[in-house]
């Protein structure tokens, strides 16, 4: 099973490696890192390299696409050449999925138009005008889309597919290889829960981020 990660410039590392962690230990699962040119993307914050083995037209087939997101996201809202491919890819492929910002990607080839989406929580009306209903839910799957909400969901959402794809006790036996369990320290992953301030702190520093 051939699944293609799509990276660029300006990812975000866990949108990407998230899902890479679960996917990569299905039985017979070939994860690329493909780009519209191999090489090395840098991360948001440049401290990070993946490094894309393939161009995309190097895999116009794949049977699972998983698209991060990051600030690098907006500028390719307009690239013709990664739209195309997603258009392309997702004609033939038994999933398409997407992380945080990697959504506005999928919306921007109207891969969602029509379908209910989710995705970072900041950017949840960006997907609006492109015919996505956005929703507030950790994972959606509508059809053979799946979208997943900022950064951390990715890892949910690939065990929700390796789930439809292997079946749930693969799926849980890969959860416990990775151990994945969290407790995290504070209540504050979400803007429904998180103090008033840490919201708007997150709001101004993304902004500065942009």
Not at 101 to 120: M, S, Y
Request: proline fraction near 8%; charge should be negative; charged fraction near 20%.
């Amino acid at each position: 099973m051939n699944i293609a990660i799509p990276i660029f410039d300006r990812l975000t590392a866990l949108d990407a490696v998230g899902p890479y962690e679960v996917l990569s230990r299905l039985p017979g699962a070939r994860v690329q890192f493909v780009a519209a040119e191999p090489g090395p993307k840098r991360t948001e914050n440049g401290m990070l390299a993946l490094i894309a083995d393939l161009a995309l037209d190097e895999m116009p087939n794949p049977e699972v696409i998983v698209v991060p997101g990051g600030f690098g996201t907006r500028a390719l809202m307009s690239d013709q050449t990664m739209l195309d491919w997603l258009r392309a890819a997702h004609q033939g492929s038994r999933w398409t999925t997407s992380v945080c910002t990697g959504a506005l990607l999928l919306a921007a080839a109207g891969i969602l138009d029509g379908r209910e989406a989710t995705t970072h929580w900041l950017e949840l009306e960006t997907l609006r005008p492109h015919g996505a209903t956005p929703v507030i839910r950790r994972v959606v799957e509508h059809g053979k889309v799946i979208t997943a909400a900022g950064v951390s969901a990715g890892i949910d959402m690939a065990l929700m597919l390796a789930a439809r794809i292997a079946g749930d006790e693969l799926a849980q036996a890969i959860q416990l290889g990775i151990e994945y369990d969290p407790e995290p320290p504070f209540d504050s992953g979400s803007p429904s829960t998180a103090p008033p301030q840490i919201v708007e702190l997150v709001r101004r520093r993304r902004r500065t981020l942009a």
